[in-house]
T-cell receptor, first 114, second 114 residues
Framework: DTAVSQTPKYLVTQMGNDKSIKCEQNLGHDTMYWYKQDSKKFLKIMFSYNNKELIINETVPNRFSPKSPDKAHLNLHINSLELGDSAVYFC?????????????FGQGTRLTVV | DAKTTQPNSMESNEEEPVHLPCNHSTISGTDYIHWYRQLPSQGPEYVIHGLTSNVNNRMASLAIAEDRKSSTLILHRATLRDAAVYYCILRDTYSGAGSYQLTFGKGTKLSVIP
């Protein structure tokens, strides 16, 4: 069983479109994240949710809107896509606190905006 | 977040031990030292973490300096599959924003030579 799964794995779309990336974890974790990895391979956190509540919202355009319908899901909706949004987006989950707070990452969604 | 410094790249011969260093001179008393790695075209993967004592698991060993200002990830026998970017991350899992995110640096790109 895949611990953290994202769909789709690849997404090619035109500028101006609206798209969503879905993420699900079956680990029973309280916290879920979205990370963006740009062309320079730098991984940067975008959002962090704990028990369906937004905890961290880094400097991300408000065209990006995360939605957490339940603890196991954190979807990312992107409006009015721009060329600069092209990147690999990773979903992750972890328990919040304690020595065992390791994070599990999905395989990533490669978004290409043309 | 306390910062870490790692070499940009390292090389190792297959089946030889690899020592990946990390400096974290501003580490606080509640920061855990986490190591993740990212294989090509995959999401980051947890490797190991520790607080003060050296740690071993099936993937690697973590040696932590007595003053905790540096640590070393040890791969006992490098294989081709270990070629990846290795990230050393400090995480305060008991308070503040550190509980809710992993802050990735540039990491060390490890190449394994057959």
């Amino acid at each position: 069983d895949t611990a953290v799964s994202q769909t789709p794995k690849y997404l090619v779309t035109q500028m101006g479109n609206d798209k969503s990336i879905k993420c699900e974890q079956n680990l029973g974790h309280d916290t879920m994240y979205w990370y963006k990895q740009d062309s320079k391979k730098f991984l940067k956190i975008m959002f962090s949710y704990n028990n369906k509540e937004l905890i961290i919202n880094e400097t991300v355009p408000n065209r990006f809107s995360p939605k957490s319908p339940d603890k196991a899901h954190l979807n990312l909706h992107i409006n009015s896509l721009e060329l600069g949004d092209s990147a690999v987006y990773f979903c992750a989950s972890s328990q919040v606190q304690g020595a065992r707070a390791e994070a599990f990452f999905g395989q990533g969604t490669r978004l290409t905006v043309v | 977040d306390a910062k870490t410094t790692q070499p940009n790249s390292m090389e190792s011969n297959e089946e030889e031990p690899v020592h990946l260093p990390c400096n974290h001179s501003t580490i606080s008393g509640t920061d855990y030292i986490h190591w993740y790695r990212q294989l090509p075209s995959q999401g980051p993967e947890y490797v190991i973490h520790g607080l003060t004592s050296n740690v071993n698991n099936r993937m690697a060993s973590l040696a932590i300096a007595e003053d905790r200002k540096s640590s070393t990830l040890i791969l006992h026998r490098a294989t081709l599959r270990d070629a990846a970017v290795y990230y050393c991350i400090l995480r305060d899992t008991y308070s503040g924003a550190g509980s809710y995110q992993l802050t990735f640096g540039k990491g060390t790109k490890l190449s394994v030579i057959p």
